[in-house]
Structure formats: structure tokens, C-alpha cells
């Protein structure tokens, strides 16, 4: 146990920052899908999976970097449209939580899917940004990379949502699912551009987890759990609550990481996650419970 | 009593299971007792979820509870030289404290639905990285086993996996248990209790139902339940593994079987048991026996069958929420109804 102040534990701290904006990225597509749908895709991560495999065979052929990366969102964005038409439609007035299981069985679809079709391989791009060092502390590029398009896609998302149409219209739904239809707003064209735009999400992080991470079909049973923690500890539908969440999740992986073993980073925020539902159940920033 | 009628014709028929297979399948009576023997352990343990699950309390922390009921018992025994015979009480009183402990806040602050879904995920997730994460003693992700006793036959260490027959028999005893512990809270007063407060908590505790009680009451057999089905798994199995026994896909098999059979009958989570481990089985022999899915997928065509468990999940849980036994129960009740009543049926 070396846990001591000094440069390591600073670079576990801003490295624990620049994970964050990834995690909060993740986060911000379920968050959506959950707060205007009410429905929790456990499949989530799954759908990140299927981007980064589209991006990845769709570089090996050839494709250029963005081109394939707007590939895999556009992907990613297909299938979320789908998913809800295909699977959730049909459920969406039975129990919330046939709706939760439903995609359950889409994740071990996804996950075997891939494997079939992937093979359980670990692949990667192969590419490297290279790091900067900082008085020795040293980051990656592609982490950097990562931070700053999280951030800008969270600022065009909440652009998006307060300034548009739409985009109002769809924080309507989220407020009151049985006035709107009412006054003129169609609920399943707004549910399927929300599932299509949360799809998008994914598939943008996936274009950004290529750039750090290997590819291979259980990826998802490493970040979902984490993704629906953040969500949840931010509280449902608050951006901002889902950064904060996503900035304290990551801080506890990286500085536990540091200092004891990876797993006990993990476990310490899991913990952590628990005992603050238990004292606020409506989460860090959640408006209703 | 149709229950009763089933288990007049049925329990002969478990019991004298071990002789017909015997007598249809000679060489292979091994695999086929293997079989039976998974699917009565599961059986147990999905029984148990469903007591919580059939009244709206959906965890997918049932994983955790398996897994400190197999791991406790194991560690115990390797590290402490502690018999099973102590050593799965001590699981078992672990796990109901930790259910309890995370079961109080969650009923208190009625925490319900997919929050409580997602709450009870993170202890699933807590106590398999806890497994990992005490590498030295549990052997990280590659799992470990209990130190053989003897020939593998031992009721001092509670070991029984060379024997098939012998291991049929106690897991058999065992799936009853868990059935009778079933039929009890099902006919008692706490059923009624629950059901109240599953509908509407608030209706259901102004007319003086203590939710949080009644709640934690269930909580506690189904995580003890979960435990002893765990334990049990590590001493038949011989060998544990975080993923085999712990953590979120244990959880979302549980919760997929359960529902498949049937939440809200008795036999539900059984039948639930026997169409997933004879579906994976059925997939797995088909696929290993076919050339052409070799050829195309390679080892890789070991996850057709979870691509097709994935699929009929979708199926279910869209077209037929009551499971396969609810379902089939409710169209024999509703042709009951609907026929004219048999001059015997007055006659008796």
C-alpha cells in the first residue's frame, strides 16, 4: 500500500478526471433514453460494443478514421432506433421491469452475436496519438482526445435540448408523459428519435473507446455496470448530476486503483454508489424521487 | 388439489429416476444424472429468487448471495479446516446479513423497480470484484476448489461428487425442501401481505402491513436459499469460479429462468431450469456433432446457445410474461371453465 501524496497520485487523480469525461459520455445517452422513456437499456453497453466492431472492420477496410468513426455512430444510432422499435415498443405498457429484462435478453444476443461473427479475440486499431508529459506525469493523447469530445458532444446535446424543437419536445415528454400527446406532440416518433439520438451517444463513445481500448464481445460486462451506477448516482435526467457522477465513480477507480489492486478501485465505488442511494434514492442531482 | 395429484404420480417417478436412466441409457448414465443433478440445483436456487421476484422485488443481486454461499463454504473448509457442516450455516448467516443490510435502506427509502434492480446489480458486482479481488485466497478470475477429502466421498466434508446416484438423491432432497419453503409462504399470511404491497405500497401499509418487515421476511429465506443452492453447486461441482457461481450473468440467468418457467406457480422456476439447461445442452451436442456449423464459426459456435437463449428471452417476455408453466396452467384452467361439466365429474 503506497499511497502517498506525490506526483503518481496526481496522475492518478487527472488521469481519474480525463476517464471521467468517457464515463459521463457513456452515461449521458442511457441517462436520456431513461429519463424521456423511463426504460433502462441494460444492453447499453453492448450497443457501444457493436460501434466500436463496426469502426474497427470498417477502418481495416480501408475507411478512413472519421469517416468510419461517423460509420459507427450512424450504426450505433440504427440499431438504438431499432432496439426500441423491435423490442421495447411491444412492452412498453407492460411492467418497467419486463422492460429492463426484455433488453437483458438483448445483451446476451449482442454478446453472442459478436463472439459468433468476431470470434473471442482481443483486437485494436493499432493506432497511437502518443502521450504528453507534464513534469513527469505522463497522458495519453487519445484520453485527452477523448475528454475534450465528450465535453462538446454533452454542450451540443444540451444546445440540442433547450434550444430546438425537438429537443423541447422531448424534455416535455420526459416531464409529462400524458399531457403531451395531447397537445399535439407524437410520443412514438419523439421515443424513437430519443432511442435513435441515445444510440448515436453510444456510438460516439465508441469511436473514442477504440482509440484506448481492445475490442472483444464481453467488453459491455465491464463498463455497463459502472455506466448504470452513474446514471443512477447522478441522478435520473440531470446532465450535470451524470458528470459529477461520472467524475467521482472515476476518481475512486483511479486513486483506489493506484493504491491497492484495480478490482478494489472498482469495488470501493460500487460501495460507495450503494450507501449514497440509500441516503438519496432520487440521486446526487435527481429533482424527484 | 391438482399440486397434490402432480406430486402422488411425480415423486415416484424423481425417485425412481436414477434406475431409469439407468436401464434407457447404460453407458452414459453419467452425463444424463449430471444433467438431472444441475438442473435440480438451479432449480433450488431459482425457486428461491422467485420468492422475492413473484412479488415485484426484481433483484439481480442474487448472484452475490450464490456466490458467498459457495465461496464462504470453500474458503472455510480450505483455509480454516472447517467442515461444510459449519461452514455453510456460516454462509448462509452471512448472506442473509448482507441481504438485510442492503434489503433495509432499499425497503425503508422504498426503493423499487429499476432503481432497485440497478442497486441490488452493484452488489452483485461489489461481491464478484471482492472475490477477484482477494486473489491469494479465492484464486482471482480462474477460480478454485475444495481440497478433496479422501476418496471424494465424505459426509465430514460434505463431498459427494464421484458418487452420481448418491449426489442425485441429496440434491433431490433439497429441490423438495425448496418447494415445501415455497408452499409455505405462499399459504401463509405474508403472501397476502406482500401481494398487497406489491400492487400499492402506501394502500398496503395504511391498512397496518409493516412493508418493510414483510419485505425483509422474504428477502432473507430467498438469500438463504440462494446461498445454501450455491454452496451445494461448489461441493457437487468440485470447483468455483466468480463467473460461474458470482456475478452478473449468474444474476440475469436466475431472473431469465424464473420467467421462463413461470414467477407466480410453484413448478415455475423448475420448468424454468429444465428448458435452459436442456436447451443449452441440446444446442451444445447439435453443434459439436455438425461439421458445417465447425467449419463456419469454429469454437466460436459454443455461443449459439446463448445467441438462441438470448432470442427466446426477447420472445418470452414479449408474448408470453407468465412463463411456459403459467401459461400452459392458465389455458388448462380456462378450458376447465369453458367445458360442460362430465356426467363422472357429478356422479364423484
Redesign the interface.
Known sequence: MDCQLDIFFLEAVLNGLLLAGLLALLALGLNLIFGVIDVVWICYAELVMIGMYGIFYAHKAGVPLLLAALFGILLVALAGAVLHQVVIRPVLDSAPINQLLVTGGVLFFLQAAATMAFGVDFRNLGIRFGSITLADMSFSYSRIITFGVALAAMLVLWLFLSRTYLGIAIRAIAQDRQIMPLMGVDQRRIYLVTSAIGGGLAGLAAALMVLQYDIYPQIGLQFGPLIFMICVLGGLGSLIGGFVAAFIISEFIAIGGSCFATEWGYAIAFLFFMVVIFIRPQGLFGGRS | MRISRTAVIGLPILIALPLIVHLLFGGSEKYYLHLLIQILIWSFIYTGWSLMGRF?L?SLGHGAFTGIGAYVTVLLWNFAGLTPWLGVPAAIVIAVVVALL?GY??FH???T???F???T???T??IR??I??LRDYTGGSLGTQPRRYGDGISLYAMQFEPNRVLSYYIVLALWLVGLYIWWRVDRSMDRFALDAASQDEEAAASVGINVTREKLKVTAISAAMCALGGAVYGQYQMYIGPDTIAG??VS?NI??AC?AGGLWVMLGPTVGAVFTQVLSEVLRVTMQGSATLQAL?????L?????V??????L???YM?KGILGTLLEKRAKKAAAAPARPEAISS
Open positions: 415485484g426484481t442492503v435502506p432499499c427509502m422504498r426503493i423497480g429499476h432503481y434492480a440497478l442497486l446489480l452493484a452488489l458486482e461489489f470484484l471482492c477477484v479481488g452478473l450473468s440475469l431472473v431469465f420467467i464459426f469454429g469454437s466460436a459456435v455461443a449459439l446457445d446463448t445467441l437463449y438470448g432470442l427466446l428471452l426477447i418470452f417476455i414479449i410474461p
